[in-house]
């Protein structure tokens, strides 16, 4: 995040001014922005332009995610057909699990429902294998991005798979829909 101070002392000018109506607003606004910095400094116009962008940005970022997290979570409450509850202590939402099944969303509950067995990795590969570990945490799992991937870790830390041979992290989409060829790999 930008402090308005930071923003206000940037320095440097541009080629062109905009259009006097809107060098006056921007003015008004930077230098109320603006009595925190320098003394007796008036920002330039490239300062001012600066406050106004990342200003701008800041509030175009925040009203589309917003917005787009009210799109896709219309069926983050519900769970698909078939999809059921882990039973092994190894996965989110099953057993013992510090996320609970409830706030994994749609997604979130489709893919560690889906795990594979102890018995597929067996056949997989031919030889014994461990139970899967597969952590998953949903938007509503915790309040901010910051908790959320704390959760994780500590879900992670858990389950064990800190001490597996391979760790693998998989993104998901805007949706929390995670790309089964990538969870496989």
């Given amino acids: 995040m930008y402090s308005m ?39 330039s116009m490239s300062e001012r332009q600066i ?7 800041g509030l175009v970022s925040i009203v589309l995610i917003d917005a787009a997290n009210r799109i896709f979570s219309l069926d983050n409450g519900r769970t698909e057909v078939g999809v059921t509850q882990p039973q092994s202590s190894a996965v989110s939402g099953g057993p013992g699990s510090l996320v609970a099944w409830g706030s994994l969303g749609l997604e979130g509950r489709s893919f560690t429902a889906t795990a594979p067995s102890i018995a597929d990795l067996s056949a997989f590969s031919g030889q014994p294998a461990l139970s899967p570990v597969r952590v998953y945490v949903g938007l509503d799992s915790a309040d901010s991005p ?34 089964p060829e990538s969870a496989r790999r």
């Fill in 5 to 43: 101070r930071g923003v206000c002392q940037v320095s440097g000018e541009t080629p062109r001014s905009p259009p006097l109506s809107t060098n006056r607003t921007l003015r008004s606004w930077s230098t109320i922005g603006c009595q925190a910095g320098v003394p007796g400094r008036r920002p």
């Fill in 51 to 57: 406050l106004v962008a990342a200003l701008l940005h």
């Fill in 146 to 179: 910051q908790a959320r991937a704390e959760l994780a870790v500590r879900e992670l830390d858990r389950t064990g798979a800190f001490s597996r041979k391979v760790l693998a992290v998989v993104a998901t989409t805007g949706t929390g829909w995670v790309a």
